[in-house]
């Protein structure tokens, strides 16, 4: 199959999953479903097991992304795609995207070149919005570079109530941004292009001004600014210079 390997989707269709196993399909891109390129068709997922299919192209082992997304539920797990989002590419066409309640590890791209987000790929100007999810040890590639998220330039990440994001990247650096809805008490890193060191100073984070100062503290207290060194093999991460403060910016640890 070209693009989709159990649906591909067109303008004004509606799908709906409600839960089944998805195992092993394969397509160009959107292992499982993939949405033409425009922003009318909905995708609803409330629960479901999908593992091992792949895109053998560039984008969304489960899902190439278009229109607007709800995902409910479900367990997401050793997907693939090429090099956006070994679970899913928030395409371009994105209207919404919204996911809650879903389990995400083990999912993985396998180009190694310019990987971005080993289970999400937010495209430019897009927005994610995580609640209730679970997302751990997704790689960039399979046996290498850990990175659950990547955030495309001036694409927002937003998080409301989750116990784990994993590792997002700022593919943007200073245009990218992780928006918190309200206090973070999950674990997450933070990083920034490979090599590059954060600039202080810079917002990496903004809070909801509905969040108190002692919730921003809190919730900056869970956040982890990575530096990654990629000329070493293994890779070197150095967790210990940078950190965010109760404002969303980039400080030198004490």
Do not use: W
């Not at 409330?46 to 278009?66: E, I």
């Not at 987000?117 to 960039?140: E, P, Q, R, V, W």
């Amino acid at each position: 199959t070209k693009d989709g390997g159990v649906v591909s989707i067109g303008s004004g269709v509606a799908v709906t999953i409600n839960g089944g196993t998805y195992s092993e399909n394969k397509a160009v891109n959107g292992g499982v479903l993939h949405c033409d390129a425009n922003t009318t068709m909905v995708i609803n997922i409330a629960a479901g097991t999908f593992n091992k299919n792949q895109a053998t192209g560039d984008s969304g082992g489960v899902l190439y992304c278009c229109g607007t997304l709800n995902i409910t539920g479900g367990v997401y797990f050793e997907n693939s795609a090429g090099q956006y989002g070994g679970m899913v590419n928030i395409s371009a066409n994105t209207k919404e995207a919204k996911i809650s309640n879903a389990t995400v590890y083990d999912n993985y791209l396998t180009k190694t070149s310019n990987p971005y987000g080993g289970a999400f790929y937010i495209s430019g100007g897009k927005t994610l919005t995580l609640s209730g999810c679970n997302i751990h040890d997704n790689k960039s590639n399979k046996n290498t570079f850990p990175i659950d998220i990547t955030i495309g330039n001036k694409a927002t990440l937003e998080l409301e109530d989750n116990v784990a994001v994993g590792v997002v990247r700022r593919a943007g650096k200073t245009d990218s941004i992780v928006r918190v809805l309200e206090k973070y008490t999950g674990s997450i890193y933070l990083i920034t292009y490979a090599n590059q060191a954060p600039t202080v100073g810079d917002y990496m984070v903004t809070f909801d001004t509905a969040l108190s100062d002692s919730d921003k503290q809190s919730s900056a207290a869970h956040m982890t600014v990575r530096l990654v060194d990629t000329t070493k093999t293994p890779y070197v991460y150095d967790d210990t210079t940078y950190c965010v403060d109760s404002s969303g910016v980039v400080q030198l640890r004490q």
